[in-house]
């Protein structure tokens, strides 16, 4: 089956750097995504991994491994507004999508 | 601006009560997703469409069906609703050959009396 591991928690304080791992079991695996959700609002797309390696945008880099089965998301400069669930979802060559179960992050002042 | 719109925002409905979910989208995009979400979990998806191919989990009910008229709409049809279906329901598109990227609309909470 598909599945996805990630914590489901995770808190740190302004200006600091977070990394937030995601483990996952899949078959056809096509490339792992990652999207932010606030409390109510929609989820919104932040980076996708496609290759093995560091993708970076802006303050977020996603990093990916495939003989690891394994990548993270990397918060860096961490602001007050970056509170919110964090989800990786793997992309199957069949076009479906699956999520993990979210990671919530609080951010400290 | 380009954009993946849903109505209503919230719907309340009654045990039972047929109701509909509808999403449009303005970004011409060949996919659309319909996900469940509940609180505090991942979104689920329910099913999706590569044009007008329907693509069903294997998982979700059939008190769930949709349809999809055309390229821009796309509708959650929810026979007869129960307690348990009470979620958040997400609308998403992307393109054939970006479907890493999927763009969500705001959703519509649903609450079943």
């Known amino acids: 089956g598909q599945s996805l591991e990630q914590p489901s928690e995770v808190t740190a304080v302004e200006g600091a750097i977070v990394q937030i791992n995601c483990t996952y079991q899949?078959?056809?695996?096509?490339?792992l995504s990652w999207y932010q959700q606030h409390d109510g609002g929609a989820p919104t797309f932040l980076s996708y991994?496609?290759?093995?390696g560091l993708e970076e945008t802006g303050r977020f880099s996603s990093f990916l491994s495939r003989s690891d089965s394994y990548g993270y998301l990397l918060l860096q400069e961490l602001q007050m507004k970056d509170s919110a669930s964090y989800f990786c979802?793997?992309?199957?060559?069949?076009?479906?999508?699956?999520f993990g179960d979210g990671t919530t992050l609080t951010v400290k002042p | 601006d380009a954009m993946v719109i849903q109505n209503p925002r919230y719907q309340v409905t009654q045990f039972g009560k047929p109701v509909t979910l509808s999403c449009s989208q303005t970004?011409?995009?060949?996919?659309m997703y319909w996900y469940q979400q509940k609180s505090s979990q991942a979104p689920k998806l329910l099913f999706h469409?590569?044009?007008?191919?329907?693509?069903n989990e294997a998982d979700t009910p059939d008190n769930f069906q949709s349809r999809r008229p055309n390229t821009s709409f796309c509708f959650l049809d929810i026979r007869s609703p129960g307690l348990g279906d009470a979620a958040m329901y997400l609308c998403?598109?992307?393109?054939?050959?970006?479907?890493?990227?999927?763009?969500f609309g705001p959703g519509t909470r649903l609450l079943v009396l």
């Open positions: 979802a793997h992309n199957t060559n069949a076009g479906k999508s699956t």
């Open positions: 469409y590569y044009d007008k191919d329907f693509n």
């Open positions: 991994n496609g290759l093995d």
């Open positions: 970004l011409n995009h060949n996919v």
């Open positions: 899949t078959s056809g695996f096509y490339g």
């Open positions: 998403a598109t992307s393109s054939i050959q970006g479907r890493e990227t999927q763009y």
